[in-house]
């Protein structure tokens, strides 16, 4: 089954310590994104990555790390969290940037950050 | 400073009916346009999507209108299902853009059966 996944699902910590939130797709896409979506506001997209080794910020990048070693894998790093960083992620994937090609979203990991 | 607005946070219609659901954007360089939606606990699905060339896409019960003159757009559900109830996103996209999308809010959809 064709999927973007995420890990954790939930999670609670505390401000300063270090997390990692791991994303995968099995579609072979090329282009991966984070999204956070916060009460209001929508989904704003944090990072991208076109292809492998190739990242970018998007609009809220502060606070946040990316990596992408390998094409499938697309961690979210938060190196000392913060509550402002409590929100609702997502990750998405999808082939290219073409306007045909909608993303496909994981069903989000929930942070809150105490 | 929000470019895809959508600025009803909730819609209840009966089943049967029409639901319209409505998005406005004020950035001139948007050329695509699609509609996600969205059940709690799973992440955002594509809906139907419309280009800047067209002023109407249709799938099934869903037609998705553009006026870009007024710059908005609506997406139409007829007829309201249950299985509908969720919340809708409106996303906006610039050809060539490696930024790809901007969301507005979202519309919780809520169809009474």
């Known amino acids: 089954e064709a999927q973007v996944t995420q890990n954790p699902r939930y999670l609670i910590t505390v401000t300063g310590k270090k997390l990692t939130v791991t994303c995968s797709q099995n579609m072979n896409h090329e282009y991966m994104s984070w999204y956070r979506q916060d009460p209001g506001l929508g989904l704003r997209q944090i990072y991208y990555s076109m292809n492998v080794e190739v990242t970018d910020k998007g609009d809220v990048p502060e606070g946040y790390k990316v990596s992408r070693k390998e094409k499938r894998n697309f961690p979210l790093i938060l190196e000392s969290p913060s509550p402002n960083q409590t929100s609702l992620y997502f990750c998405?994937?999808?082939f290219g940037t073409g306007q045909d090609r909608p993303q496909h979203f994981g069903d989000g990991t929930r942070l809150s950050i105490l | 400073d929000q470019q895809v607005k959508q600025n009803s946070p909730s819609l209840s219609v009966q089943e049967g009916r029409i639901s319209i659901l409505n998005c406005d954007y004020t950035n001139s360089m948007f050329d695509y346009f699609l509609w996600y939606k969205k059940y709690p606990a799973e992440g955002p699905t594509f809906l139907i999507s419309i280009s800047s060339i067209k002023d109407k896409n249709e799938d099934g019960r869903f037609t998705v209108f553009l006026n870009k003159s007024a710059k908005h757009l609506s997406l139409h559900i007829v007829p309201s299902q249950p299985g509908d109830s969720a919340v809708y996103f409106c996303?906006?996209?610039?050809?060539?853009?490696?930024?790809?999308?901007?969301f507005g809010s979202g519309t919780q959809l809520t169809v009474l059966p």
């Open positions: 998405a994937s999808s």
């Open positions: 996303a906006a996209s610039v050809s060539g853009s490696a930024r790809q999308l901007t």
